[in-house]
Antibody
Framework: EVQLLESGGALVQPGGSLRLSCAAS????????MNWLRQAPGKGLEWVST????????FYADSLEGRFTISRDNSKNTVFLQMNDLRAEDTADYYC??????????WGKGTTVTVSS | AIQLTQSPSSLSASVGDRVTMTCRAS??????LAWYQQKPGKPPNLLIY???VLESGVPSRFSGSGSGTDFTLSISSLQPEDFAIYYC?????????FGGGTNVDIK
């Protein structure tokens, strides 16, 4: 069974940085692309970033303006999201998701990031 | 970016009703679409992928159809646990995008 456990969410001041982690188990981690998505309070779902299985290809939402970096450590079955220059609009629940096949994501339970002074 | 427009944005229905909602893409996406159900405080729950494939464990009252630009999610007989927000997501190209959601509530 695929299990994804996000961690690292916290209260952070505007302009600050945070690194989220997602520990994966139950599948051959290096064989799958991984994703981060988010949902601001009371808002819809937003894709944030994708990284391929080898970590060579990464994709980002334009709205991030280069502030976030996705990476992975296949030896530790973990994917990361480094978030810099955080803004109030980055306040959200952040979800890790495995790109299982074609159009199928398997989601974790999420971690909460709050950007506020 | 491909825009997904869901309609209606909300609907009221009764238990036992047949419910249909749509997701329209701003350009053709073949069958690269998934549908999710989300309840408050929970992550999205995958219902349908590849536009019409029922995810394992999802009740058969849920069905998806469509290809190209127009997609439909139907619930054949609405159950109390189905009151939730439903989202579509396209996988055709980056940036991956979501529709704005359809909120199904109790009439």
């Amino acid at each position: 069974e695929v299990q994804l456990l996000e961690s690292g969410g916290a209260l952070v001041q505007p302009g600050g940085s945070l690194r989220l982690s997602c520990a994966a188990s139950g599948f051959s981690f290096r064989s799958y692309a991984m994703n981060w998505l988010r949902q601001a309070p009371g808002k819809g779902l937003e894709w944030v970033s994708t990284i391929d299985g080898g970590g060579d290809a990464t994709f980002y939402a334009d709205s991030l303006e280069g502030r976030f970096t996705i990476s992975r450590d296949n030896s530790k079955n973990t994917v990361f999201l480094q978030m810099n220059d955080l803004r109030a609009e980055d306040t959200a629940d952040y979800y890790c998701a495995q790109w299982a096949v074609s159009t199928k994501f398997v989601w974790g339970k999420g971690t909460t990031v709050t950007v506020s002074s | 970016a491909i825009q997904l427009t869901q309609s209606p944005s909300s609907l009221s229905a009764s238990v036992g009703d047949r419910v249909t909602m749509t997701c329209r893409a701003s350009q053709g996406i073949s069958s690269a679409l998934a549908w999710y159900q989300q309840k408050p405080g929970k992550p999205p729950n995958l219902l349908i992928y590849d536009a019409s494939v029922l995810e394992s464990g999802v009740p058969s009252r849920f069905s998806g159809s469509g290809s190209g630009t127009d997609f439909t999610l139907s619930i054949s007989s609405l159950q109390p646990e189905d009151f939730a927000i439903y989202y579509c997501q396209q996988f055709n190209s980056y940036p991956l995008t979501f529709g704005g959601g359809t909120n199904v509530d109790i009439k």
